[in-house]
């Protein structure tokens, strides 16, 4: 038996197809606020289906149009309660999605009970998705809806971007706003119906949603982002189909949309930017900077007093200072002596100790103080200079406790505008606790003044 | 007591079964009709959707766990599964910044698939039919019986008759809190009620209604037991309480009615169920009298209709004046139709009556008729003196406004006008008429 028998390649090709065409239109959906819309459509096209299996049989064109017109008919009276009563949207998508679907049941177990035509189980087909059962004249039928819907996507991108963006602008320059978003909602219930006989009334809304939120996490922008959610869609109906295939005993519905929820979580995780690990690792990064900052503010503070002598500090005479933990402490240091910032020293009372028993001191292990650096001191002073000139803002200009913000958070010269910002340095440096020696403004490497007004 | 349940045995079984049918789908619809009255109003119809699928997996979990259809294991796999899902999708919203809808999707869409797949997988071991579950199994559990009280009660009666009553101890237990959280969370949160704490125990005891509805009318459809009878109600009703009542009649008229339909019908109990809870709103939202289509379209007619009412009256009025034969004339702007019909109705309420040749004011019509001039005029002289608008500019602002002047606006606007007794064009300004 070859890898891929003839019909397996057929459901294959349909459910990648369907898949690209529902990611794209997705997206627009998606942007517009629309996600869940797609659930009140799937549903309300089983009574369509059933209304059609009624009256014409068993024939797969004559069940997808009952399908759509049924489906529509569900959006729009969703859009007609949403505009006429005081009922919300959420509770109308609701009702609707029940009724119909209801109204679709009754019919479905009437049409099992009373009809002769074994036929039935194509309708139950539709419910979770069954795509063992398809022919090549239903799979033409799809990928030719599908290959439409792209299309017209493409034909309308510029006006479905704005309608997505801002509606309202939209509006305003004369758009057919209306229309545009009768034409989505036609585009949606045309996708949604194709994907029915493979992924099922009661998940197809996921097809719609999972792709275009996956796509989220990588991209920006709409052009991307519909390309990206298209192969995502594309890549979820491969997989999903072939698994099926490969276990027959599970439904196909429920598959491709496991495979698109592991697409989802894998996006979720280990997107570069927006992804959660990502984030966290900014999240990281951002607080041992915020840390390396404060710690600079301590060593100027611990030096000042000697200044323009660098003096040495003691190692415990710093850990005293920190807030913080003895550990993340000494993790500081040894990142500030790697950056150069300090060097070894000695306390007085080694110095002493050495002057009066060298070997005792010789004994003891380790250096016992560090002296800040020239370019040390450069860092400890901008730290300590963006520390007061905030706190002194808060206090005099924002009457902020000093307790409640954290100031070496904050980049003071991105946030101050300029004047504001030479008033206070102006009032430090005639307190005399400006840092720098009480040097002129100077702007952070890399921080143009501009910015800062 | 006995006497009933004398009656109730001499009853033929079918009968029986269908009674009993009756009285489960109106025990779910009670729990669900409760809980989701607070849905609508929190406009979380769709969440509610949302826990009905996501519930799957965790009743399908805790049923393999337990290995027996024991109802409380599953109710317990089930809440966690609800609440799980809540909770994710809510995450989803907050830190991974997915549009609410889209992580609401997302999210129960894989639960719903995860838990057909493990139906699915353990199979032979899990008397659990993916169909039941999907649609429900009324007629069906009804049969499955234990004996109490001398009667052959129905196991999921007592099940679904447990949960309502718990439901119903919920709401009356945090009654305040959970009206406060609905309707005004931040205020509930200053006055030291959790909104969040509130919240998820609402959508706990959703998922424990869900479940122990779904033999009853299946995953997909209690949540038009859930959302139809609330919506429904608050057609009706601007009151908390007098919605759940009414919101609890809908859902068991929706329950008796969909069974007697199905049996009629020979059809599934949970469609019909779902397809007569469609029909109350669908009449409910024609009909309703204050908040139903019907009626908004009445009071706009009723409206239209005062208004060509008044302009008729007003024409005539300037026509005995004799003063604005062309403004007159000008003002017939209304349908020919539409004035026949208002000059028939003010015969009728005796404000006009035929003259040689035409209508003439009674004395009501003229009362009513020199009240709207009145305020006209009085208009116009406001905007002119006030908001010095040019005199071209008068006319069409005083028309509108005339209908909305109540006798007591017209004084307060005479007490601020210079020239009291005509109007900027020089027309008198007649004084109120005595009622």
Known sequence: MPFLEYNTAIVLGGTTLLGFASGVIGVLGLLRRRALLGDALAHATL????????????????LLFGALVTGIAGVALVALLSRYTRIKEDANIGIVLSVFFGGGLALSTYIQKNSVDAAQAGINGFILGRTAGMVQADLIFICTAAVAVCFVVL???????LLCFDPDFAAVEGWPVVRLDFLLMLLLAVTVVIGLPAVGIVLMVAMLIVPPAAARFWVAGLAPMMWLAGAFGALTGAAGSLTSTYAADLPAGPVIVLCGSALFLISLLFAPRRGILARARDRRRWRKRRAIRGFLRILYEASEAALPERAALPIADLLGRFPGRAREAEALVAHAARAGWLERAESEERAALRRSAPRAAAAAEGDDAVRLTAAGLQKAAEAARIHRLWQHYLRTSAHIDRDIVDPDAEEIESILPRAVLAQLEEDLKNAGTLPGGGAPVRALAGLPRELAT | MNWLAEQFAALSPAVQATLWTVLIAMAAATSSALLGSYLVLRRMGLVGDAISHAVLPGLVVGFLMSGTRELWPMLLGAAIAGLAMTYLAEWLRRHAQVEAGGALGVV??????????????????????????????????????????????????????????????????????????????????TLGISAIVMNYLLMGSVAVTVVAGFEAVGSILIIA??????????????????????????????????????????????????????????????????????????????????IVQEDVLARLYRLEEGVAVRDAGALAMHRPAAERLARIYLRARRQLTRAAGGWALTERGRARAQALVRSHRLWEGYLSEQLR????????AAHRMEHYMTPQFAEKVEERLVQRDADPHGRRIPPQPSP
Request: net charge negative; proline share 4%.
């Open chain 1, 155 to 161: 034909l309308f991108y510029k006006e479905f971007k």
């Open chain 1, 47 to 62: 009574p369509g289906i059933c209304l059609a299996f009624l009256l014409f049989g068993r024939q797969f064109g004559a």
């Open chain 2, 108 to 189: 129960f869409t894989s639960f719903f698939a995860l838990g057909v797949i493990l139906i699915n997988l353990y199979a032979s071991q899990v008397d659990l039919d993916p169909g039941c579950v999907l649609y429900g199994a009324l007629g069906t559990s009804a049969l499955d019986t234990i004996r109490i009280l001398g009667l052959d009660v129905p196991r999921s009666f007592l099940s679904l008759g447990a949960v309502a009553l718990l439901d119903l101890a919920f709401v009356a237990v945090f009654w305040k809190e959970l009206k406060i959280s609905s309707f005004d969370p931040a205020l509930a949160t």
């Open chain 2, 389 to 396: 608008l040019p005199l071209d500019h008068l006319h069409e």
């Open chain 2, 225 to 306: 037991m859930l959302i139809v009878p609330g919506a429904t109600a608050h057609l009706f009703t601007d009151r908390l309480a007098t919605m759940l009542v009414t919101a609890v009649l809908v859902g068991w008229i929706a329950a008796a009615g969909g069974c007697l339909l199905a049996v009629h019908f020979d059809t599934s109990e949970a469609g019909m169920i779902s397809v007569v809870a469609g029909a109350e709103f669908a009449l409910a939202a024609l009909a309703a009298p204050r908040y139903g289509i019907a009626a908004r379209i009445l009071r706009g007619f009723a409206f239209a209709f005062r």
